[in-house]
């Protein structure tokens, strides 16, 4: 059996999934979305995930044609008929079929639609040895003019941070403010170790409130150690002893070297490869059943 979407309203095949090309998500990248994981028919932190959704769907002014239940009960469905046990899932909404004007109001009913799927961004070897990651030339957007807090489906700033990574032969590139602040990769928040410390760069610089940075800084206080924000210009990343990216479908990941720079020992530090085991644990235990 291939592969089954959710859209708008009833199940599809996924070569028969289409959109309208007057749908404003596909014009004007407007709407939202989420990247969701489950492990072992376990739903990793679904709530937060709709949350986050729905938060995000408010600012833009969208209203999301499901309440978050009915939204949770489509993702189980979805996951179930395509009898997935470990996937990943990604949770559309737009804002509908318009003109080609930008006037939201003429978009008169949302667009909604569930992939459930897999996916693998890095390779295994970066987990065991770390990933050198690159200094992106693109700048990420400033947080005045677009909340980043809103998962948008307009991606093109972090699209064109990842084409600086392309370029420059890594996987992954790190993403700086306007003024030389760290921020976030194109994909992942940033994290940095030292000693007994876990910092991360606060959101009001324009990165996004992750839903697996939240769980690691929560593992981090588990563990005793000082976890909380940090503002630090990009030459102040290099005097700490470990380095990790997070996301849904990342994970935790060690970064080993950021620009040709060597962080710390050049190796995956201990209390990231502890971080990561406690978070795969977490997940084993962790979620939405189906």
Partial sequence: MGLKVFLNGGFVDKEEAKISIFDHGLLYGD??????????????????????????????????????????????????????????IRAVVTRGIGDLGLDPRKCATPGLFIITDKIQLYPEKYYRSGMPISIAKTRRYHPLSMDPRVKSLNYLNNILGKIDAIDAGTEEALMLSVDDYVVECTGDNIFFVKGDELVTPPWELGSL??????????????????????????????????????????????????????????????????????????????????
Avoid: W
């Fill in 31 to 88: 709407g939202v979305f989420e990247g969701i994981r489950s492990y072992k028919r376990r739903v990793f932190r679904l709530k937060q995930h709709l949350d986050r959704l729905y938060k995000g769907a408010e600012v833009i002014r969208l209203e999301i044609p499901l309440t978050k239940e009915a939204f949770q009960d489509k993702i189980i469905e979805t996951l179930k008929v395509n009898n997935l046990d470990d996937a990943y």
């Fill in 209 to 290: 409130e992750g839903i697996t940075q939240k769980v690691v800084m929560d593992l981090g206080r588990k563990r005793g150690m000082k976890v909380g924000y940090k503002t630090m210009l990009a030459g102040e990343m290099y005097d700490f002893d470990e380095c990790f990216l997070t996301g849904t479908a990342a994970e935790i990941i060690p970064v080993v070297q950021i620009n040709g720079k060597t962080i710390g020992s050049g190796n995956p530090g201990e209390v990231t490869l502890q971080l990561l085991e406690d978070f795969r644990e977490l997940t084993k235990t962790d979620g939405v059943k189906y």
